[in-house]
């Protein structure tokens, strides 16, 4: 399981290399691309670059100074994938049915009201 931050630039990736093939990427580029919230800097972009290769969701041809030759795998596009699904699935309303709650509610209001009268009709015969 990724982090929030590693997920964030695994995304990138995937989408700077739209193709699948490999794109050479300076650090500073993904540095900017990262939103500001996550601080992420150089160091840490090299260090979740190093951990997306060791879990094989992408592919390092060469690493210059500050610039990667990068591809994403087909098991990393499957985990952005997958993880889109898992969010759509999150962010969909949930379906309830008011309509069916109020029905409930109004046959038992109902079903009450018809048992106070009738005790008080057959408390009132005998």
Known sequence: MLDERTV???KIINEKCAE???KVLAIDELVKEFPSYY???SDLIK???TALTSVNFISVKFDKDDEFCISPTPKG???IESAKKQQEKIDEPKNRDYL???FIFLCVFLGTFLA???IKLIGGIC
């Open 8 to 10: 964030c630039l695994l």
């Open 20 to 22: 699948g093939s490999y």
């Open 39 to 41: 601080k992420a800097d």
């Open 47 to 49: 260090l979740m670059i």
């Open 77 to 79: 596009r499957e985990y």
């Open 100 to 102: 069916g709650y109020f």
């Open 116 to 118: 106070f009268f009738l």
